[in-house]
């Protein structure tokens, strides 16, 4: 049940939220994780504008993206958790693509993938890597999300699916 675990990250906090999650599951199962990180074009294209000073940007976005996955790994270490990291960094394809490809290169059991839970126009805008994963996967996925603002968000509250 669940020993192997892929984990999408980004550094966002929704990426943190499931990261945290998939811990607790490695845990429990006494799995292990895959964190992955993909540079993709919007990343290029972000960066372009935020790094415009630099002659070499696409070298560091590839240092964040290490940096943010050893992160990630280190979060894991210090849980117990055994994790190995994928960094991405060929513009092979869309993030949602690398992701199901990697999910059967190595073979993971679960995905476990933050998600910002837009609805409306911002999901139509930006899309979603979470639902073209959810709806692809070859593995159950875990779509994981932060509590919704206002109210009781603290302790024990819920996670809307």
Do not use: C
């Amino acid at each position: 049940m669940y020993q192997r675990i892929l984990v999408p990250v980004d550094g966002s906090p929704t990426s943190n939220r499931g990261l945290d999650e998939a811990l607790r599951i490695a845990a429990l199962t006494k799995g292990q994780l895959r964190l992955m990180h993909v540079i993709d074009e919007l990343s290029l294209a972000g960066s372009m504008g935020a790094y415009a000073a630099y002659s070499d940007w696409i070298n560091v976005l590839r240092a964040n993206g290490a940096e943010l996955i050893q992160q990630a790994q280190a979060k894991a270490k210090a849980a117990g958790i055994a994790a190995d990291t994928v960094l991405h960094d060929n513009f092979a394809g869309p993030v949602h693509e690398l992701v199901i490809q990697e999910a059967r290169k190595w073979p993971a059991d679960l995905i476990v993938i933050g998600t910002h839970g837009r609805r409306g126009l911002p999901r139509m805008m930006l899309g979603s890597s979470a639902e073209k994963i959810l709806r692809e996967s070859p593995v159950p996925v875990l779509l994981v999300r932060l509590p919704e603002t206002g109210g009781d968000a603290g302790p024990g509250a819920s996670v809307n699916p």
